[in-house]
T-cell receptor, first 114, second 116 residues
Framework: DAKTTQPPSMDCAEGRAANLPCNHSTISGNEYVYWYRQIHSQGPQYIIHGLKNNETNEMASLIITEDRKSSTLILPHATLRDTAVYYCIVRVEGTQGGSEKLVFGKGTKLTVNP | AAGVIQSPRHLIKEKRETATLKCYPIPRHDTVYWYQQGPGQDPQFLISFYEKMQSDKGSIPDRFSAQQFSDYHSELNMSSLELGDSALYFC???????????????FGPGTRLLVL
């Protein structure tokens, strides 16, 4: 699976958009970009994933560049409860019998300030 | 919606003791993953099971073993516990069968193991 690079920490004001970048310059054509977050010592929480098109759900938006070498997770209106470590993970979507383990990197510690 | 259930949530053991952690996947999920997260570290994959067979293995110590049962729940057995085994242990589940659809992993709340 391709490696990812994220800034170690970011700050955001409550109510503003939080834009979390991720570089994955070695991503291959069949690898998806996944975002998870971990709120202090809780189980990692799935946020969103995408292959090449931008995606949006009730939690966030995912913007993937045309060359797929980087992406940005957008939390449109950050709240204090969004304070967490955000992980960008790139992996191949396994077929029957394949391994689909998640390889967590260092992630970005997002702090939402009042 | 039903989530992944892990038990116990907290466990305190002495060195050289054994521990068993349990994971109950989301209904109709057939694949279970175990991750270990040491203090200040990121989650690390240990082992996974699909349809009761081991499907992948990570950096799991030989002192640890795991299995998946016919009802798809899984147990992680840890023997000869060491101080360094103190960590959060997460279980995640997904549904793999049914074709090459996206298989998002959903995590449980974790078991916090403290070895004294």
């Amino acid at each position: 699976d391709a490696k990812t690079t994220q800034p170690p920490s970011m700050d955001c004001a409550e109510g503003r958009a939080a834009n979390l970048p991720c570089n994955h310059s070695t991503i291959s054509g069949n690898e998806y970009v996944y975002w998870y977050r971990q709120i202090h010592s809780q189980g990692p929480q799935y946020i969103i994933h995408g292959l090449k098109n931008n995606e949006t759900n009730e939690m966030a938006s995912l913007i993937i560049t045309e060359d797929r070498k980087s992406s940005t997770l957008i939390l449109p209106h950050a709240t204090l409860r969004d304070t967490a470590v955000y992980y960008c993970i790139v992996r191949v979507e396994g077929t029957q019998g394949g391994s689909e383990k998640l390889v967590f990197g260092k992630g970005t510690k997002l702090t939402v300030n009042p | 919606a039903a989530g992944v259930i892990q038990s116990p949530r907290h466990l305190i053991k002495e060195k050289r003791e054994t521990a068993t952690l349990k994971c109950y996947p989301i209904p109709r999920h057939d694949t279970v993953y175990w991750y270990q997260q040491g203090p200040g570290q990121d989650p690390q994959f240990l082992i996974s099971f699909y349809e009761k067979m081991q499907s992948d293995k990570g950096s799991i110590p030989d002192r640890f073993s795991a299995q998946q049962f016919s009802d798809y729940h899984s147990e992680l057995n840890m023997s000869s516990l060491e101080l360094g085994d103190s960590a959060l242990y997460f279980c995640a589940s997904t549904r793999r069968s049914g074709g090459p659809v996206l298989k998002t992993q959903y995590f449980g709340p974790g078991t916090r193991l403290l070895v004294l």
